[in-house]
């Protein structure tokens, strides 16, 4: 049995703003599952909720700070969460990134140093934890600099970085080097240098023992200029020491089966229930209700990457057609009056919610028949899966984890039915606009469709798989 210890930014169903939140609130129970002793360790957020209130367990010092650690679990499961409790960074309305206003926290860099310190101690058992950690799994540039911490600790355990997203580095001006009072050997360019810069990721990706990214596609991309980030180079040269491991999801949350936030549940064999989520979405958004013309879904964070623009850019064209569209994100402002604008235009088509609300994801991921995804680059995605669990076929670009998870309706995938979904490569709104072209005349065909959900709601998405593989990593560091 392994002990790890997990660290995160954010874990569902405490605190989420994406797909972190899921894969460290469903990761973890997968590994449990397998009997490995893992333990979650995260920051003592205003905004955590949905979980037992945290117990002091010990006070662990850093930087002159006395920093406490409290204890709770991950609802439903006996799995320890570690919560790092320093209220004058952590105690403040608002999300991991960003305050209330959505304005990103001017000490960012600050919050998540102290928060790698604290990780570090907990991984080399001087917080009076009484638990050594055999591995530290760490995700993203928010827990970068523990690796590179520790690997200027002798018996130190082992350690992972897992990319979730290159986008996001923790880059700071070189003065924060001094401020965050890091060890003067960390700050080379070979390690958390990056171009005159002080760079979190770099820490992960210069240090581990290991680096993971959630999906086989998406570790390729990354070591070109395209997806690399200027850090293409150093990933092309730890490729040997990379590998990409898909997302699972959890199949209890996500699961039309089961759902709580639907009214009619459904599965493979009775699809009826589909369409009554279907009348409600439309009534709920306001729309029109019409069982038979095809409605299309998106949900998530309104930003470049997720090709919202190709989006917008077709929407004259088919707001022209008999179809609707339901959209549920934020993000950028500027995104979001575009979009309004969309739906004053037609309200008989278009229907946009600008905000986070979980059980409307859940509600749309069952009420829409076609979804939305063409982001110009994805690292794994979710949603794509989850749509495809709720028989609601993804439009995707070929692009990191779409390519690995949505099998395109071509002739032969739609006679061995394989076919999952929707693909095209080029990150343009004619691409775009022609796989909805190609969704609507499969659409049209309701025999063809029934088949494709089934082939869709069949597929195998669960942790079972990908556990398994992070657990033989584990053990072969
Ligand atoms: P990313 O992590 O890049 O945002 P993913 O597809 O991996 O993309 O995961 C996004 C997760 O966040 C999904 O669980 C999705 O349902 C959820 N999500 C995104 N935006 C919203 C929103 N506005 N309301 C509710 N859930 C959302
Ligand atoms: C990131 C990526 C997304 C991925 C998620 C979970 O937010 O943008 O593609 O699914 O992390 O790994």
Redesign the pocket.
Known sequence: MKKILFASSETHPLI?T???A?VAGSLPRALHELEQDIRIIMPNYQGIKNCEPGRYVCTVRVSNNDVHILETRLPDSDIIVWLVDYPPFFNHPGNPYTDENGAPWPNIGDRFALFCRIVAEVAMDRAYLHWRPDVIHCNDWQTGLVPALLSLEEHRPATVFTI??MAYQGLFPASAQAQLNLPGQLWRPDGLEYHGMLSFIKGGLAFADWITTVSPTYAQEIQTPEFGYGLEGLLAYRRDNLTGILNGIDTDIWNPETDPHLSRRYSASDLDGKQANKLELQQRLGLPTNADIPLFGL???LVE?KGIDLVLSCLPEIAQRPMQFVL???GDKSIELRLQDFARLYPQNIAITI????P??HQIEAGADIFLMPSRF??????QM?SQRYGTLPIVRRTGGLADTVTDALPETLANRSASGFSFNDPAPSALLEAIKRSLLLYSDKNTWRKLQQNAMGKEFSWRLSASRYLDLYQSL
């Not at 905000?355 to 979980?358: D, F, K, L, M, V």
């Not at 994805?378 to 949603?383: A, F, H, I, K, V």
């Open positions: 989420k994406g797909g972190l899921d979730h997203n949900i998530g964070r990457q549920l994100g934020s905000g986070y609300n979980e409307l994801a994805e690292p794994c995605g979710l949603n989850y």
